[in-house]
Protein backbone atom coordinates (compact mmCIF):
# COMPACT_ATOMS: atom_id res chain seq x y z
CA UNK A 1 0.00 0.00 0.00
CA UNK A 2 1.39 3.36 -0.84
CA UNK A 3 -0.48 6.50 0.55
CA UNK A 4 0.76 9.73 -1.43
CA UNK A 5 -0.24 13.03 0.15
CA UNK A 6 -0.71 15.88 -2.34
CA UNK A 7 0.18 18.70 -0.64
CA UNK A 8 -1.43 21.94 -1.10
CA UNK A 9 -0.16 24.94 -2.85
CA UNK A 10 -0.98 28.67 -2.90
CA UNK A 11 -3.13 28.45 -5.80
CA UNK A 12 -6.03 29.53 -5.17
CA UNK A 13 -7.22 33.41 -4.51
CA UNK A 14 -9.95 33.74 -2.21
CA UNK A 15 -13.64 34.87 -4.33
CA UNK A 16 -16.12 36.52 -3.07
CA UNK A 17 -19.51 34.86 -2.63
CA UNK A 18 -21.66 37.13 -3.59
CA UNK A 19 -20.28 40.16 -5.64
CA UNK A 20 -21.52 43.32 -5.83
CA UNK A 21 -22.76 43.36 -2.04
CA UNK A 22 -26.42 45.97 -1.84
CA UNK A 23 -27.09 47.19 1.48
CA UNK A 24 -29.78 50.51 2.14
CA UNK A 25 -29.17 51.86 5.81
CA UNK A 26 -31.37 54.25 6.96
CA UNK A 27 -29.19 57.59 7.65
CA UNK A 28 -30.32 57.80 11.45
CA UNK A 29 -28.83 54.63 11.79
CA UNK A 30 -26.76 54.69 15.15
CA UNK A 31 -23.18 54.75 15.47
CA UNK A 32 -21.29 51.20 15.50
CA UNK A 33 -24.36 49.30 14.28
CA UNK A 34 -23.83 46.90 11.81
CA UNK A 35 -23.88 47.60 7.77
CA UNK A 36 -23.78 44.50 6.10
CA UNK A 37 -21.41 41.10 6.90
CA UNK A 38 -19.20 39.69 3.52
CA UNK A 39 -18.17 36.35 3.04
CA UNK A 40 -15.21 35.22 0.67
CA UNK A 41 -13.92 32.03 0.04
CA UNK A 42 -10.47 30.00 -0.08
CA UNK A 43 -10.51 26.31 -1.37
CA UNK A 44 -6.78 25.85 -0.61
CA UNK A 45 -6.30 24.20 2.69
CA UNK A 46 -4.69 25.47 5.59
CA UNK A 47 -2.92 29.04 6.21
CA UNK A 48 -3.92 29.13 2.15
CA UNK A 49 -7.58 29.04 3.20
CA UNK A 50 -7.76 31.31 6.18
CA UNK A 51 -9.22 34.85 4.24
CA UNK A 52 -9.11 37.95 6.06
CA UNK A 53 -10.90 41.96 4.84
CA UNK A 54 -10.39 45.27 4.80
CA UNK A 55 -10.89 47.81 2.50
CA UNK A 56 -9.47 48.58 -0.62
CA UNK A 57 -8.03 52.08 -1.65
CA UNK A 58 -11.04 53.41 0.27
CA UNK A 59 -11.07 57.27 0.35
CA UNK A 60 -11.04 59.26 3.62
CA UNK A 61 -14.33 59.78 3.39
CA UNK A 62 -15.37 55.88 3.73
CA UNK A 63 -12.41 55.35 6.08
CA UNK A 64 -13.96 57.97 8.42
CA UNK A 65 -17.54 56.31 7.70
CA UNK A 66 -17.39 52.72 8.02
CA UNK A 67 -15.06 49.92 9.53
CA UNK A 68 -14.73 46.21 8.45
CA UNK A 69 -14.13 43.30 11.06
CA UNK A 70 -10.94 41.39 9.57
CA UNK A 71 -12.14 38.22 10.87
CA UNK A 72 -15.64 38.13 10.26
CA UNK A 73 -16.36 40.51 7.64
CA UNK A 74 -18.99 42.79 9.33
CA UNK A 75 -18.70 46.47 8.05
CA UNK A 76 -19.95 48.87 11.04
CA UNK A 77 -20.74 52.36 10.90
CA UNK A 78 -18.21 54.37 12.57
CA UNK A 79 -20.12 58.56 11.55
CA UNK A 80 -23.65 59.56 11.14
CA UNK A 81 -25.15 59.06 7.75
CA UNK A 82 -27.10 62.07 6.32
CA UNK A 83 -28.80 61.16 3.08
CA UNK A 84 -28.93 65.07 2.03
CA UNK A 85 -24.93 64.96 1.74
CA UNK A 86 -24.08 61.37 0.27
CA UNK A 87 -26.97 58.93 -0.64
CA UNK A 88 -24.67 55.99 -1.25
CA UNK A 89 -21.48 55.10 -0.47
CA UNK A 90 -19.57 52.17 -3.01
CA UNK A 91 -17.20 50.61 -0.95
CA UNK A 92 -14.54 48.40 -2.44
CA UNK A 93 -13.74 45.25 -0.17
CA UNK A 94 -10.47 43.11 -0.53
CA UNK A 95 -10.24 38.90 0.98
CA UNK A 96 -6.66 38.30 1.21
CA UNK A 97 -5.95 34.35 2.04
CA UNK A 98 -2.57 33.02 4.64
CA UNK A 99 -0.29 32.87 1.01
CA UNK A 100 -0.67 36.50 -0.01
CA UNK A 101 -3.60 35.75 -2.91
CA UNK A 102 -6.19 38.51 -2.59
CA UNK A 103 -9.81 38.67 -3.63
CA UNK A 104 -11.64 41.79 -4.53
CA UNK A 105 -15.48 42.67 -3.67
CA UNK A 106 -17.80 45.65 -3.83
CA UNK A 107 -20.07 46.61 -1.35
CA UNK A 108 -23.23 49.28 -2.61
CA UNK A 109 -24.74 50.90 0.89
CA UNK A 110 -27.65 53.03 -0.08
CA UNK A 111 -28.38 55.78 2.58
CA UNK A 112 -32.36 55.91 3.20
CA UNK A 113 -33.57 58.98 3.49
CA UNK A 114 -35.95 59.27 7.10
CA UNK A 115 -37.70 62.78 7.45
CA UNK A 116 -34.79 64.43 10.02
CA UNK A 117 -34.99 67.71 8.48
CA UNK A 118 -37.63 70.34 9.10
CA UNK A 119 -39.00 72.80 6.34
CA UNK A 120 -37.08 75.97 6.14
CA UNK A 121 -38.42 79.40 5.48
CA UNK A 122 -36.10 81.75 3.92
CA UNK A 123 -37.46 85.46 3.71
CA UNK A 124 -36.52 87.46 1.20
CA UNK A 125 -38.38 91.11 1.25
CA UNK A 126 -40.16 92.47 4.56
CA UNK A 127 -41.88 95.26 5.32
CA UNK A 128 -42.48 95.82 8.66
CA UNK A 129 -44.60 98.78 8.62
CA UNK A 130 -47.84 99.63 5.82
CA UNK A 131 -49.91 102.31 5.89
CA UNK A 132 -53.67 101.72 7.20
CA UNK A 133 -56.30 101.99 4.11
CA UNK A 134 -54.13 100.39 1.72
CA UNK A 135 -55.55 97.34 -0.08
CA UNK A 136 -53.55 94.16 -1.15
CA UNK A 137 -50.17 95.33 0.15
CA UNK A 138 -47.21 93.16 -0.41
CA UNK A 139 -46.29 92.05 3.91
CA UNK A 140 -43.12 89.74 2.55
CA UNK A 141 -41.75 87.81 -0.18
CA UNK A 142 -40.26 84.36 1.24
CA UNK A 143 -38.93 80.71 0.00
CA UNK A 144 -39.71 77.98 1.87
CA UNK A 145 -37.95 74.35 1.14
CA UNK A 146 -37.17 70.73 2.64
CA UNK A 147 -33.55 68.89 2.31
CA UNK A 148 -35.38 65.74 2.45
CA UNK A 149 -36.43 63.99 -0.31
CA UNK A 150 -39.97 62.24 -1.76
CA UNK A 151 -42.99 62.84 0.87
CA UNK A 152 -40.51 63.82 3.63
CA UNK A 153 -39.71 66.94 1.19
CA UNK A 154 -43.02 68.18 0.28
CA UNK A 155 -44.44 70.71 2.08
CA UNK A 156 -47.66 72.77 3.22
CA UNK A 157 -47.43 76.52 4.20
CA UNK A 158 -50.55 78.51 6.33
CA UNK A 159 -50.69 81.33 8.30
CA UNK A 160 -53.76 81.60 11.25
CA UNK A 161 -57.35 82.08 9.60
CA UNK A 162 -57.94 85.54 11.94
CA UNK A 163 -55.99 87.75 11.00
CA UNK A 164 -56.85 90.07 7.29
CA UNK A 165 -53.73 88.20 5.41
CA UNK A 166 -53.51 86.10 2.98
CA UNK A 167 -50.48 83.30 1.41
CA UNK A 168 -50.14 83.44 -2.53
CA UNK A 169 -48.19 81.20 -4.34
CA UNK A 170 -45.88 82.63 -6.84
CA UNK A 171 -43.02 80.82 -8.61
CA UNK A 172 -41.77 77.26 -7.47
CA UNK A 173 -41.78 77.31 -3.53
CA UNK A 174 -42.19 81.30 -3.49
CA UNK A 175 -44.81 82.62 -1.41
CA UNK A 176 -46.14 86.24 -0.97
CA UNK A 177 -48.18 87.60 2.02
CA UNK A 178 -50.72 90.62 1.09
CA UNK A 179 -53.10 92.21 3.17
CA UNK A 180 -56.58 90.52 2.53
CA UNK A 181 -58.37 94.01 2.95
CA UNK A 182 -57.62 97.87 4.04
CA UNK A 183 -56.81 97.98 7.96
CA UNK A 184 -57.54 100.35 10.09
CA UNK A 185 -54.78 101.27 12.76
CA UNK A 186 -57.49 102.45 15.24
CA UNK A 187 -58.83 98.92 15.34
CA UNK A 188 -55.55 97.44 15.14
CA UNK A 189 -52.10 98.75 14.88
CA UNK A 190 -50.16 95.78 15.35
CA UNK A 191 -50.50 92.15 13.85
CA UNK A 192 -48.49 88.86 14.82
CA UNK A 193 -48.38 86.78 11.86
CA UNK A 194 -46.88 83.34 12.00
CA UNK A 195 -46.37 81.19 9.41
CA UNK A 196 -46.07 77.66 9.54
CA UNK A 197 -44.73 74.95 7.03
CA UNK A 198 -45.47 71.42 7.50
CA UNK A 199 -43.68 68.68 5.27
CA UNK A 200 -45.80 65.71 4.54
CA UNK A 201 -43.34 63.06 6.16
CA UNK A 202 -43.46 60.80 8.20
CA UNK A 203 -43.34 62.00 11.45
CA UNK A 204 -44.21 65.46 10.27
CA UNK A 205 -42.16 68.18 11.05
CA UNK A 206 -42.71 71.40 10.78
CA UNK A 207 -41.51 75.21 11.24
CA UNK A 208 -42.71 78.10 12.22
CA UNK A 209 -41.52 81.52 12.38
CA UNK A 210 -43.46 85.50 13.10
CA UNK A 211 -43.28 88.55 11.72
CA UNK A 212 -44.52 91.46 13.21
CA UNK A 213 -46.38 93.90 11.07
CA UNK A 214 -47.11 97.37 12.13
CA UNK A 215 -49.79 99.66 10.72
CA UNK A 216 -48.66 102.87 9.99
CA UNK A 217 -51.74 105.94 10.05
CA UNK A 218 -53.18 108.20 7.83
CA UNK A 219 -54.95 111.38 9.22
CA UNK A 220 -58.47 109.79 8.39
CA UNK A 221 -60.31 110.25 11.44
CA UNK A 222 -61.68 113.85 12.88
CA UNK A 223 -60.82 115.10 16.16
CA UNK A 224 -64.11 114.42 18.25
CA UNK A 225 -65.36 116.08 21.35
CA UNK A 226 -66.13 114.55 24.66
CA UNK A 227 -69.77 116.63 24.51
CA UNK A 228 -71.49 117.80 22.02
CA UNK A 229 -72.17 120.77 23.78
CA UNK A 230 -70.70 121.99 27.14
CA UNK A 231 -72.37 124.11 30.00
CA UNK A 232 -70.27 126.31 31.88
CA UNK A 233 -71.27 128.47 34.79
CA UNK A 234 -69.89 131.74 35.68
CA UNK A 235 -70.64 134.10 38.63
CA UNK A 236 -70.83 137.60 37.54
CA UNK A 237 -68.06 140.00 38.88
CA UNK A 238 -65.57 137.39 38.23
CA UNK A 239 -61.83 138.42 38.00
CA UNK A 240 -60.77 138.70 34.68
CA UNK A 241 -58.80 135.97 32.97
CA UNK A 242 -60.44 133.51 35.10
CA UNK A 243 -60.79 129.74 34.41
CA UNK A 244 -64.45 128.90 33.22
CA UNK A 245 -64.27 125.43 32.15
CA UNK A 246 -62.49 123.53 29.43
CA UNK A 247 -63.50 121.48 25.98
CA UNK A 248 -61.58 118.34 25.20
CA UNK A 249 -61.40 116.62 22.00
CA UNK A 250 -59.57 113.35 21.14
CA UNK A 251 -58.20 111.82 18.11
CA UNK A 252 -57.96 108.32 17.20
CA UNK A 253 -55.00 109.17 14.92
CA UNK A 254 -51.40 108.93 16.15
CA UNK A 255 -48.33 111.63 15.62
CA UNK A 256 -48.71 114.49 14.40
CA UNK A 257 -52.73 113.19 12.79
CA UNK A 258 -53.17 113.12 16.69
CA UNK A 259 -52.26 116.48 17.92
CA UNK A 260 -55.77 118.76 18.51
CA UNK A 261 -55.30 122.18 18.15
CA UNK A 262 -58.84 124.74 19.65
CA UNK A 263 -59.88 128.02 18.16
CA UNK A 264 -63.01 130.18 18.51
CA UNK A 265 -65.61 129.72 15.95
CA UNK A 266 -66.68 133.19 14.75
CA UNK A 267 -70.58 133.70 17.15
CA UNK A 268 -73.48 133.42 14.98
CA UNK A 269 -75.14 136.47 16.75
CA UNK A 270 -72.84 139.24 15.14
CA UNK A 271 -73.55 141.68 18.11
CA UNK A 272 -72.13 139.38 20.51
CA UNK A 273 -68.12 140.38 21.29
CA UNK A 274 -66.85 137.27 21.90
CA UNK A 275 -63.72 138.30 21.27
CA UNK A 276 -64.03 140.63 24.53
CA UNK A 277 -65.43 137.87 26.55
CA UNK A 278 -63.40 134.38 26.46
CA UNK A 279 -60.23 132.92 24.86
CA UNK A 280 -59.07 129.92 24.38
CA UNK A 281 -56.04 127.87 24.85
CA UNK A 282 -55.25 126.38 21.68
CA UNK A 283 -53.29 123.81 23.34
CA UNK A 284 -55.84 122.41 25.63
CA UNK A 285 -58.81 123.78 25.53
CA UNK A 286 -58.98 125.62 28.65
CA UNK A 287 -61.47 128.80 28.32
CA UNK A 288 -60.72 132.10 29.97
CA UNK A 289 -63.40 134.86 30.72
CA UNK A 290 -61.68 138.18 29.80
CA UNK A 291 -63.38 140.65 31.63
CA UNK A 292 -65.75 140.81 34.49
CA UNK A 293 -69.43 139.94 33.58
CA UNK A 294 -72.75 141.44 34.33
CA UNK A 295 -75.87 139.36 34.71
CA UNK A 296 -77.41 142.47 34.49
CA UNK A 297 -76.13 143.33 31.28
CA UNK A 298 -75.63 139.41 30.21
CA UNK A 299 -77.37 136.47 31.31
CA UNK A 300 -76.49 134.04 29.14
CA UNK A 301 -74.37 133.75 25.75
CA UNK A 302 -73.17 130.67 23.66
CA UNK A 303 -70.47 130.36 20.69
CA UNK A 304 -68.76 127.62 19.13
CA UNK A 305 -65.15 125.53 19.55
CA UNK A 306 -63.38 124.38 16.86
CA UNK A 307 -60.75 121.09 16.72
CA UNK A 308 -58.43 120.59 14.32
CA UNK A 309 -55.63 118.16 14.02
CA UNK A 310 -52.23 118.72 11.93
CA UNK A 311 -52.69 116.17 9.63
CA UNK A 312 -52.41 116.71 6.09
CA UNK A 313 -55.25 116.77 5.16
CA UNK A 314 -56.26 118.72 8.37
CA UNK A 315 -59.62 117.43 9.71
CA UNK A 316 -61.63 119.35 12.05
CA UNK A 317 -64.88 118.87 14.28
CA UNK A 318 -67.11 121.37 16.25
CA UNK A 319 -69.20 122.14 19.59
CA UNK A 320 -71.42 124.11 20.86
CA UNK A 321 -70.83 126.26 24.51
CA UNK A 322 -73.17 127.55 26.42
CA UNK A 323 -72.15 129.89 29.45
CA UNK A 324 -74.27 130.95 31.92
CA UNK A 325 -73.78 133.74 34.14
CA UNK A 326 -74.67 133.09 37.47
CA UNK A 327 -76.30 136.39 39.64
CA UNK A 328 -74.26 137.67 42.40
CA UNK A 329 -76.31 140.00 45.25
CA UNK A 330 -74.83 143.19 43.70
CA UNK A 331 -77.47 145.52 43.32
CA UNK A 332 -79.57 146.89 46.00
CA UNK A 333 -83.20 147.19 46.30
CA UNK A 334 -84.69 150.54 44.11
CA UNK A 335 -87.57 152.09 45.47
CA UNK A 336 -89.89 152.90 42.69
CA UNK A 337 -92.93 154.52 44.19
CA UNK A 338 -92.54 156.52 46.67
CA UNK A 339 -90.00 158.54 44.82
CA UNK A 340 -86.80 158.96 47.09
CA UNK A 341 -85.41 161.36 44.71
CA UNK A 342 -84.67 164.70 47.31
CA UNK A 343 -87.55 166.79 46.16
CA UNK A 344 -90.07 167.40 47.68
CA UNK A 345 -91.61 164.42 49.40
CA UNK A 346 -95.31 163.63 48.73
CA UNK A 347 -97.50 163.43 51.72
CA UNK A 348 -99.93 160.34 51.84
CA UNK A 349 -103.09 161.75 53.34
CA UNK A 350 -104.91 159.37 55.47
CA UNK A 351 -108.26 160.90 57.31
CA UNK A 352 -108.77 160.38 61.05
CA UNK A 353 -111.77 158.29 60.35
CA UNK A 354 -109.88 155.52 59.37
CA UNK A 355 -110.56 152.15 60.18
CA UNK A 356 -107.78 149.71 61.45
CA UNK A 357 -106.10 148.20 58.17
CA UNK A 358 -107.02 151.15 55.73
CA UNK A 359 -104.18 150.93 53.04
CA UNK A 360 -102.52 154.44 53.39
CA UNK A 361 -99.86 153.55 50.40
CA UNK A 362 -97.59 151.15 49.24
CA UNK A 363 -94.10 150.67 48.99
CA UNK A 364 -92.92 149.26 45.58
CA UNK A 365 -89.26 148.49 44.74
CA UNK A 366 -87.72 146.67 42.24
CA UNK A 367 -84.21 144.60 42.49
CA UNK A 368 -81.94 144.16 39.23
CA UNK A 369 -80.88 140.74 40.78
CA UNK A 370 -82.74 137.42 39.68
CA UNK A 371 -83.89 134.45 42.23
CA UNK A 372 -84.06 134.93 45.78
CA UNK A 373 -81.54 137.74 45.19
CA UNK A 374 -84.66 139.77 44.16
CA UNK A 375 -86.98 138.35 46.74
CA UNK A 376 -87.53 142.04 48.44
CA UNK A 377 -89.40 142.15 51.81
CA UNK A 378 -90.64 144.97 53.63
CA UNK A 379 -90.47 146.23 57.31
CA UNK A 380 -90.95 149.27 59.48
CA UNK A 381 -87.86 150.84 60.14
CA UNK A 382 -88.62 154.20 62.40
CA UNK A 383 -92.27 155.48 62.87
CA UNK A 384 -92.59 158.99 64.57
CA UNK A 385 -95.54 157.31 66.58
CA UNK A 386 -94.75 153.56 67.02
CA UNK A 387 -97.46 151.37 66.39
CA UNK A 388 -99.23 153.88 64.38
CA UNK A 389 -98.59 152.26 61.02
CA UNK A 390 -97.17 148.56 59.62
CA UNK A 391 -95.87 147.18 56.91
CA UNK A 392 -96.77 143.89 55.24
CA UNK A 393 -93.72 142.09 54.12
CA UNK A 394 -94.39 140.85 51.15
CA UNK A 395 -95.87 143.43 49.51
CA UNK A 396 -94.63 146.59 51.06
CA UNK A 397 -98.47 147.64 51.66
CA UNK A 398 -98.47 150.69 54.50
CA UNK A 399 -101.55 150.22 56.68
CA UNK A 400 -102.73 151.64 59.91
CA UNK A 401 -102.71 149.53 62.58
CA UNK A 402 -105.59 150.94 64.72
CA UNK A 403 -108.16 153.42 65.65
CA UNK A 404 -107.35 157.21 64.76
CA UNK A 405 -107.44 159.60 67.72
CA UNK A 406 -107.62 163.20 67.93
CA UNK A 407 -104.54 163.17 70.53
CA UNK A 408 -102.35 161.45 67.53
CA UNK A 409 -100.35 163.63 65.98
CA UNK A 410 -100.94 165.22 62.74
CA UNK A 411 -98.19 164.51 60.62
CA UNK A 412 -96.19 161.43 60.67
CA UNK A 413 -92.92 160.10 59.41
CA UNK A 414 -92.28 156.51 57.97
CA UNK A 415 -88.86 155.09 57.33
CA UNK A 416 -89.63 151.75 55.68
CA UNK A 417 -86.58 149.12 55.07
CA UNK A 418 -86.77 147.25 51.93
CA UNK A 419 -84.18 144.04 51.93
CA UNK A 420 -83.55 141.43 49.76
CA UNK A 421 -82.69 137.75 50.24
CA UNK A 422 -79.29 137.81 49.00
CA UNK A 423 -76.31 136.59 51.12
CA UNK A 424 -75.33 138.83 52.00
CA UNK A 425 -78.43 140.71 52.11
CA UNK A 426 -78.54 144.25 50.86
CA UNK A 427 -81.36 146.96 51.48
CA UNK A 428 -82.92 150.09 50.90
CA UNK A 429 -85.00 152.57 52.36
CA UNK A 430 -88.07 154.57 51.93
CA UNK A 431 -89.27 157.66 53.68
CA UNK A 432 -92.71 158.09 53.65
CA UNK A 433 -94.76 161.59 54.67
CA UNK A 434 -98.42 160.94 56.49
CA UNK A 435 -100.96 163.79 57.19
CA UNK A 436 -103.43 162.95 59.18
CA UNK A 437 -106.43 165.26 57.97
CA UNK A 438 -110.30 165.67 59.65
CA UNK A 439 -113.70 166.61 57.96
CA UNK A 440 -113.22 162.89 55.78
CA UNK A 441 -115.72 161.18 56.75
CA UNK A 442 -114.70 158.17 54.56
CA UNK A 443 -111.99 158.69 52.09
CA UNK A 444 -111.39 155.18 50.68
CA UNK A 445 -114.02 153.63 48.84
CA UNK A 446 -115.68 150.58 50.43
CA UNK A 447 -116.49 147.56 48.79
CA UNK A 448 -118.19 149.14 45.81
CA UNK A 449 -122.88 148.59 45.95
CA UNK A 450 -123.82 149.02 42.75
CA UNK A 451 -125.99 152.44 43.11
CA UNK A 452 -125.40 153.57 45.44
CA UNK A 453 -121.23 153.72 45.14
CA UNK A 454 -122.00 155.10 41.50
CA UNK A 455 -124.16 158.11 43.36
CA UNK A 456 -121.59 159.18 46.20
CA UNK A 457 -119.14 159.62 43.26
CA UNK A 458 -121.52 161.58 41.51
CA UNK A 459 -121.38 163.84 44.59
CA UNK A 460 -118.15 163.66 45.57
CA UNK A 461 -117.34 165.12 41.87
CA UNK A 462 -119.65 168.30 42.54
CA UNK A 463 -118.22 168.77 45.70
CA UNK A 464 -114.37 169.02 44.06
CA UNK A 465 -115.33 171.58 41.66
CA UNK A 466 -117.17 173.56 44.32
CA UNK A 467 -114.07 173.44 46.45
CA UNK A 468 -111.97 174.41 43.37
CA UNK A 469 -114.08 177.86 42.64
CA UNK A 470 -113.56 178.67 46.32
CA UNK A 471 -109.92 178.00 46.11
CA UNK A 472 -109.72 180.24 42.63
CA UNK A 473 -111.19 182.92 44.44
CA UNK A 474 -109.03 183.70 47.34
CA UNK A 475 -106.66 183.48 44.98
CA UNK A 476 -107.73 186.18 42.82
CA UNK A 477 -108.84 187.96 46.33
CA UNK A 478 -105.18 187.68 47.44
CA UNK A 479 -104.05 188.92 44.25
CA UNK A 480 -106.09 191.82 44.24
CA UNK A 481 -104.88 192.42 48.23
CA UNK A 482 -101.60 192.46 46.85
CA UNK A 483 -101.81 194.97 44.13
CA UNK A 484 -103.74 196.96 46.63
CA UNK A 485 -101.00 197.01 49.13
CA UNK A 486 -98.18 198.41 46.61
CA UNK A 487 -100.23 201.12 45.01
CA UNK A 488 -100.50 202.32 48.99
CA UNK A 489 -96.62 201.83 49.08
CA UNK A 490 -96.12 203.79 46.30
CA UNK A 491 -98.34 206.79 47.44
CA UNK A 492 -96.31 207.29 51.08
CA UNK A 493 -93.32 209.00 49.96
CA UNK A 494 -91.45 209.55 53.45
CA UNK A 495 -91.89 206.81 55.21
CA UNK A 496 -92.74 202.85 54.37
CA UNK A 497 -96.48 201.69 54.91
CA UNK A 498 -96.75 198.25 56.23
CA UNK A 499 -99.96 196.27 55.67
CA UNK A 500 -100.84 192.90 56.71
CA UNK A 501 -103.67 190.95 57.52
CA UNK A 502 -105.35 190.42 60.66
CA UNK A 503 -104.25 186.99 62.17
CA UNK A 504 -107.15 184.14 62.12
CA UNK A 505 -109.25 182.40 60.04
CA UNK A 506 -109.12 184.27 57.03
CA UNK A 507 -112.86 184.92 55.90
CA UNK A 508 -114.14 182.93 52.87
CA UNK A 509 -116.22 180.55 51.89
CA UNK A 510 -114.58 177.04 52.47
CA UNK A 511 -115.98 174.05 51.29
CA UNK A 512 -115.34 170.95 52.06
CA UNK A 513 -115.17 167.62 49.61
CA UNK A 514 -118.29 165.81 51.79
CA UNK A 515 -120.22 169.76 51.20
CA UNK A 516 -121.08 169.52 54.45
CA UNK A 517 -118.45 170.94 56.85
CA UNK A 518 -115.76 173.71 56.55
CA UNK A 519 -111.88 173.22 55.57
CA UNK A 520 -110.10 173.34 58.69
CA UNK A 521 -107.60 176.05 60.21
CA UNK A 522 -104.69 174.34 57.91
CA UNK A 523 -106.23 174.19 55.06
CA UNK A 524 -106.86 178.13 54.78
CA UNK A 525 -104.82 180.24 52.37
CA UNK A 526 -102.97 182.69 54.88
CA UNK A 527 -101.61 186.15 52.78
CA UNK A 528 -99.10 187.97 54.69
CA UNK A 529 -98.43 191.50 52.81
CA UNK A 530 -94.89 193.40 53.67
CA UNK A 531 -94.42 196.83 51.70
CA UNK A 532 -90.54 196.53 52.38
CA UNK A 533 -89.95 193.08 51.23
CA UNK A 534 -92.69 193.36 48.90
CA UNK A 535 -93.54 189.43 48.94
CA UNK A 536 -96.34 187.53 49.21
CA UNK A 537 -96.50 184.14 51.24
CA UNK A 538 -98.99 181.70 50.13
CA UNK A 539 -100.59 178.36 51.13
CA UNK A 540 -101.28 176.57 48.41
CA UNK A 541 -103.48 173.36 47.36
CA UNK A 542 -102.44 171.04 44.51
CA UNK A 543 -104.74 168.17 43.58
CA UNK A 544 -103.85 164.15 44.18
CA UNK A 545 -105.52 161.55 43.05
CA UNK A 546 -106.09 158.71 45.93
CA UNK A 547 -108.42 156.32 44.95
CA UNK A 548 -110.04 155.39 41.51
CA UNK A 549 -112.29 158.32 40.90
CA UNK A 550 -112.26 160.38 43.98
CA UNK A 551 -109.88 163.48 44.23
CA UNK A 552 -108.29 164.50 47.38
CA UNK A 553 -107.01 168.43 47.82
CA UNK A 554 -103.98 168.21 49.69
CA UNK A 555 -101.12 170.74 50.91
CA UNK A 556 -97.86 171.43 49.53
CA UNK A 557 -95.36 173.59 51.18
CA UNK A 558 -95.20 177.44 51.31
CA UNK A 559 -94.19 179.31 47.69
CA UNK A 560 -92.54 182.32 48.10
CA UNK A 561 -93.73 184.72 45.15
CA UNK A 562 -91.19 187.68 44.40
CA UNK A 563 -92.08 191.13 42.66
Known amino acids: ?65 FSINEVTGEILLKKKLDFEKIKSYHVEIEATDGGGLSGKGTVVIEVVDVNDNPPELIISSLTSSIPENAPETVVSIFRIRDRDSGENGK ?30 RETRAEYNITITVT ?41 PALHIGSVSATDRDSGTNAQVTYLLLPP ?57 VLDANDNSPFVLHPLQNGSAPCTELVPRAAEPGYLVTKVVAVDGDSGQNA ?12 GLFGVWAHNGEVRTSRLLSERDAAKHRLVVLVKDNGEPPRSATATLHVLLVDGFSQPY ?46 SRAASVGHCSVPEGAFPGHQVGVSGTETLSQSYQYEVCLTGDSGTVLLSQNK ?10 ITPIPTGIFSN
Open 445 to 490: LPLPEAAPAQAQNDSLTIYLVVALASVSSLFLLSVLLFVAVRLCSR
Open 268 to 324: QDPHLPLASLVSINADNGHLFALRSLDYEALQAFEFGVGAADRGSPELSSEALVRVL
Open 155 to 184: TICSIPDNLPFVLKPTLKNFYTLVTERPLD
Open 375 to 386: WLSYQLLKASEP
Open 1 to 65: MVRILIMDINDNAPEFVHTPYGVQVLENSPLDSPIVRVLARDVDAGNFGSVSYGLFQASDEIKQT
Open 543 to 552: IREWRPRILI
Open 199 to 239: DLGTPRLKTQQSITVQVSDVNDNAPTFTQTSYTLFVRENNS
